[in-house]
């Protein structure tokens, strides 16, 4: 396959790649003022229990808000789909008014922020799983490396993948309307309260956090969450 070479003057007009990096983007209805997207990253940092996103991570994007897009790390658009503990969910109420925490204060800030909605599948473990149940996945196949869970002692740890349960065609529509709702959560989480009493309890957590050191650690023990997994299910990497 051939490529024709751009004509010189374009090529002037645009400027070098260094110089287009740093120019405006119109992304849809966004208008981008340079190109660098903070890519997802998960971070494992929810406030338990309930993986609630909070002050931390509302601190942790807002430290990133100049990028012109922020992609939010992967988020369980329900409890069958987490995959790596300490991950925030958009499924329940409390996640959702953690999540408009986060979102107003990166729009304080002068950011831009979308939700990344995943389900894992089969890269998750009975720990992570309702009632202690099989993760789900399209073949009942186990996969390499290893899951990071929560222990009894609420220590991260690594432990091995277990042999997922197989879906039925029945169970695909509950698989969608799991996204659906948490689309739909999502932006309910970007609706600005109408309390501005509650923005300004918001917006002093988020300065708290910022100006003292982080108590918990992010990691409690051994390696970063998923890196002996097989790559399917952790996104960052």
Excluded at 155 to 165: A, H, I, N, Q, W
Aim: hydrophobic share 35%; proline share 9%.
């Amino acid at each position: 396959m051939s490529v024709s070479a751009r004509p010189e003057a374009a090529a002037a007009a645009e400027g070098t790649p260094e110089e287009l990096l740093f120019q405006p983007y119109r992304l849809g209805p966004y208008d981008l003022p340079h190109r660098i997207v903070m890519a997802p990253l998960t971070r494992s940092r929810a406030r338990q229990p309930g993986n609630v996103p909070g002050p931390l991570n509302a601190c942790y994007y807002v430290q990133r808000a100049s990028a012109a897009l922020i992609i939010s790390e992967a988020t369980q658009v329900s409890m069958q789909g987490q995959g790596y503990a300490w991950t925030p969910g958009i499924h329940s109420r409390e996640q959702v008014e953690g999540w408009r925490l986060v979102t107003e204060a990166v729009h304080r800030a002068g950011g831009r922020i979308f939700n990344q909605l995943w389900h894992v599948g089969r890269i998750s473990h009975p720990c992570l799983q309702p009632d202690y149940m099989l993760p789900v996945a399209p073949s009942a196949i186990k996969p390499s490396g290893m899951a990071f869970i929560e222990n009894e002692n609420g220590e991260g740890e690594l432990v091995p993948f277990v042999t997922p349960r197989a879906l039925q065609i029945e169970e695909m529509p509950y698989l969608v309307r799991q996204y659906f709702r948490g689309a739909r959560n999502a932006m309910r989480g970007l609706r600005r309260r109408r309390d501005p009493r509650r923005q300004r309890l918001s917006a002093g957590a988020v300065h708290r956090f910022r100006h003292q050191s982080a108590r918990r650690p992010v990691w409690r023990s051994g390696p970063e969450p998923g890196a002996a997994a097989d790559g399917s299910g952790r996104d960052g990497d």
